[in-house]
């Protein structure tokens, strides 16, 4: 699966999950590769995403968090999430968790598709 693939993949798992999901420009995006929207008293609004395809022992470090949390904070999101196929860094941990970025890694991404189904 490319990195295309996968932000599709994640696509289509937001529209299951009642977002209103469209993927931008595959360059120039900012760093942004998902504009989500939830319709929905309290928690609606924009949501960013960022997907990352990442082989299991590639781990997406601080740099990667720092530069999507720039761009979600440029965009005045509800929340910027971003989801890979690996997992993340201690130190993109303590920065997400620092700033409000949600991070979601493959047992958590595998975990949404089994509760939101994967076909």
Do not use: W
Not at 38 to 59: S, V, W
Request: charged content about 20%.
């Amino acid at each position: 699966m490319s990195g295309v693939e996968f932000e599709r993949f994640v696509t289509t798992l937001l529209a299951r999950m009642e977002f209103r999901p469209e993927m931008t420009r595959a360059t120039g995006d900012g760093g942004i590769d998902i504009v989500a929207v939830l319709d929905k008293p309290i928690l609606g609004g924009k949501y960013l995403f960022q997907c990352k395809r990442y082989a299991p022992g590639n781990l997406v470090g601080a740099s990667t968090v720092r530069d999507f949390y720039g761009a979600v904070t440029a965009d005045k999101a509800v929340k910027g999430i971003l989801i890979t196929t690996s997992d993340f860094t201690a130190q993109a941990r303590e920065f997400a968790e620092r700033v409000g970025i949600e991070l979601i890694n493959l047992s958590q991404l595998q975990g949404l598709l089994a509760q939101h189904g994967s076909s």
